[in-house]
């Protein structure tokens, strides 16, 4: 058992020090992650990607502005999306996120009010809306979590945006009822004051339904979060690359000479076989450990219990382990061996729905897929991710687990046939 | 002395291209020699060291090392072997301590007694300064060391060397041939592969020429030259612009020559004495209009043999 723990680890060792290696199985399906989830959901489809997002406001604004601003940060729309803290201490909140316990602070400055309503209008002084001050909301964020505050940047936008508009809004009201002759020059301004404020502070108010509407609407177009399909699916697809990789270097070491002289050794080809196996999987497991806790850590998703979790990547990973010995026992050299890989990679995510939702699949395509790790573990992890347990991933977790002893066993054959 | 390699008629065929590599082999290695087995590229050589390694299984006969059968026991007596093959056998992501580390747990070693043998193997090999050092950085001479050092791990009763020494420069070619006397001089007892004959004659007590499977002679290496008698041979360089065949062939009717030889620009004859077959040589040469450039005379070799026994010089 020794040895075949050396061999394990040798390989364990030898792929993570393969800086292309890391690309394939970390960097590329954490990017691609990102990437196909923005494109398809706007990074969150449905309230169950991105969540909780820790966020500082600082409000100095003592008029009904800076309020509007900090009640749409706390509005129960996004209680789910964003964490809101409401604090008076700045340099705490920025220190929180210099920490990286915060995605961003918010800073609504004093003259934030004063700068949609100058004061001077209500007491007649027309300068008033000339001198009004250039007001600056400042959002804090947090470098490392560029997902999370650029979302507080764009709620910021949008809320001054809106406010803007009601503005000016507002001006042009006033400029047609003058038009008409409806209102005087001498009741302009007074009009004019009213009616913009009333404008900006519907315009404010109204933020909270705008939020509300968006994400009603997203749902309804989509009802499915790319991102928490994705974090999964985009690790299972890459967790074939690599188990594929490990069984080319299984060919590879014959290629190098290692593999004869590890045969030198008084090591039994049972003993070497077997820690090349060991190292496939412990490869596989490590990869899919790290991306689904990355996927928890970074993106948010929830990927499900733990107690299920567990199970459902160890069977996967064990049957994708099978793939890739069949892989290695039936291709002649490595480089066979790595086109293989890539073929069957790529063909198992299309087949089982890698790029795209599973259930959008014809139901044909579902069943041949089945044969595939890709098909149970999206499965299982669809099942995981919509709140699922231990008690609903069993059928997945034996399916993979009949794949695997499946494969073990014609991998055996072929393989000896080839060192008998 | 005692016999620690006992080969009997030894074949090994390969499948389904039906290439007979050994034929009927039968040798012995004795404790503490340095043995070497001559011959070249395609001789069977390198065949005959996998079956002995118990990589490959023989088509017929048998092999005993240190007691144990390769075709019977082949686990058992791997213990008692250490490994050194032609082609560098190592991870190159590895540094030069993570894989003698690797290795010496294949060979079954652990703990205290492996780090320090590690340690020892590397001041030996004069790679200690870059033991931290990822092998895929080194030289080809220094991974050539290493190679061998990994066969040196776990202290084995004997050491195939398959061709240690191919491809690299003189002076790693010096450090690998001192290595291999100063191991033999410690006890180790060496089987070692070459066709130059140059390394089996520093190196060797006893030789095995091998060439097409068969091995043609063995013994000690005066007991081989004897076989050729009191014979010497004689070397005539040719200009680069002359063919050598027209000449050979008419050397080849001259009496008292025994054996007849062409290469590039060389033509190898063994004669019982070369002063006497010298002239008649340059007649022949001068009348086919053959430029000599020059001509070498040597006492009885190993290549000699070769050439005697098979007709072909050794680099053929």
């Excluded at chain 1, 890391?22 to 691609?32: D, E, F, G, K, T």
């Excluded at chain 1, 997902?147 to 400029?175: H, K, N, Y």
């Excluded at chain 2, 747990?105 to 033991?131: F, K, P, S, T, W």
């Excluded at chain 2, 019982?272 to 020059?294: F, Q």
Aim: charged content about 15%.
């Amino acid at each position: 058992m020794r040895k075949i723990l050396n061999v394990a680890w040798k390989d364990l060792v030898t792929t993570f020090r393969d800086p292309t290696a890391l690309i394939v199985m970390l960097a590329a399906p954490y990017a691609l992650t990102l990437v196909m989830a923005f494109a398809f959901g706007g990074l969150s489809g449905g309230g169950g990607g991105l969540s909780g997002i820790p966020v500082f406001v600082v409000n100095y604004d003592k008029g009904e502005f800076g309020g509007f601003l900090q009640q749409t940060f706390q509005s129960p729309e996004l209680g789910d999306l964003l964490d809101v803290t409401v604090t008076a201490d700045e340099a705490a909140a920025r220190a929180a996120v210099d920490a990286d316990k915060a995605a961003a602070v918010v800073i609504i400055p004093a003259d934030l009010t004063e700068s949609i309503v100058p004061s001077g209008l209500a007491s007649g002084d027309p300068s008033a809306l000339a001198n009004r001050p250039q007001s600056v909301v400042e959002v804090y964020s947090n470098p490392d979590r560029p997902v999370s505050s650029s979302i507080v940047r764009s709620i910021v936008d949008q809320f001054l945006s809106r406010v803007s508009a009601g503005a000016v809004g507002g001006q042009v009201a006033v400029a047609q009822l003058m038009a008409n002759g409806l209102l005087t020059p001498q009741e302009a301004l007074s009009k004019g004051l009213e009616i913009g404020e009333r404008a900006a502070r519907q315009a404010a108010e109204s933020r909270l339904i705008a939020v509300q509407g968006e994400t009603a609407e997203k749902q309804s177009q989509a009802g499915f979060d790319w991102l928490t399909y994705m974090a999964p699916s985009m690790a299972i697809l890459f967790l074939m690359f690599t188990v594929s990789n490990g069984g080319k270097t299984l060919l590879a070491e014959r290629d190098w000479g290692t593999l004869p002289r590890l045969l030198t050794t008084p090591t039994t080809t049972f003993q070497v076989l077997g820690g090349k196996v060991c190292g496939i999987y412990l490869t596989g497991l490590a990869q899919m450990g790290i991306l689904l806790v990355a996927s928890r850590l970074m993106l948010g998703v929830k990927i499900g219990p733990l107690s299920a979790v567990v199970p459902v990547t160890l069977a996967l990973v064990a049957a994708a382990t099978g793939w890739a010995l069949v892989l290695a026992a039936y291709a002649r050299t490595a480089g066979q061996a790595n086109q293989m890989g890539t073929i069957l990679s790529l063909a198992f995510g299309g087949l089982a729905g890698n790029f795209f939702p599973r259930q959008a699949l014809p139901q044909w395509i579902r069943t041949v897929s089945l044969i595939t790790p890709n098909a149970w573990g999206l499965d299982a992890f669809g099942k995981l991710t919509a709140g699922g347990a231990l008690g609903d991933v069993l059928v997945p977790i034996a399916g993979l687990l009949v794949l695997a002893v499946a494969l073990f066993l014609a991998a055996s054959v072929l393989f000896r046939r080839q060192y008998a | 002395m005692t016999a620690i390699v006992q080969v009997r008629n030894l074949s090994k065929r390969y499948m389904p291209e039906n290439v007979l590599a050994v034929d009927d082999v039968s040798f012995e290695i004795q404790q503490g020699e340095i043995f070497s087995l001559l011959g070249p590229n395609g001789a069977g050589k390198t065949t005959t060291i996998s079956v002995l390694s118990c990589l490959l299984a023989p088509t017929a006969g048998d092999a005993f090392v240190a007691g144990h059968s390769v075709v019977r026991e082949p686990v058992g007596g791997k213990g008692g072997i250490g490994g050194v093959p032609q082609e560098i056998a190592l991870y190159n992501v590895l540094s030069a301590r993570e894989n003698l580390v690797f290795w010496g747990r294949m060979y079954g070693m652990g703990g205290q007694q492996l780090a320090r043998r590690v340690d020892q193997l590397l001041e030996q090999v004069g790679l200690a300064d870059r033991a931290k050092s990822r092998v895929g950085t080194f030289s080809g001479g220094m991974k050539r060391r290493l190679n061998i050092a990994v066969g040196l791990l776990h202290k084995p009763q004997i050491v195939y060397m398959d061709e240690p020494t191919v491809g690299i420069d003189p002076q790693s070619r010096r450090n690998i041939l001192d290595m291999v006397k100063a191991l033999n001089r410690e006890g180790m007892t060496v089987l070692y592969t070459t066709h130059y004959m140059e390394e089996a004659h520093e190196l060797s007590h006893r030789v095995g020429i091998m060439d097409h499977g068969k091995l043609i002679a063995l013994g000690t290496q005066k007991e081989l030259t004897q076989q050729v008698g009191e014979y010497e041979t004689l070397r005539l360089h040719l200009g680069e612009d002359q063919d050598p065949a027209p000449l050979a062939e008419a050397l080849r009717a001259v009496p008292g020559i025994v054996q007849v030889s062409a290469t590039d620009h060389e033509i190898v004859l063994i004669v019982p004495e070369a002063e006497d077959a010298l002239p008649p040589a340059i007649t022949k040469a001068n009348e086919l209009g053959v430029k000599v450039r020059s001509v070498d005379i040597q006492e009885p070799t190993l290549e000699t043999v070769f050439l005697h026994l098979t007709g072909r010089a050794l680099r053929d």
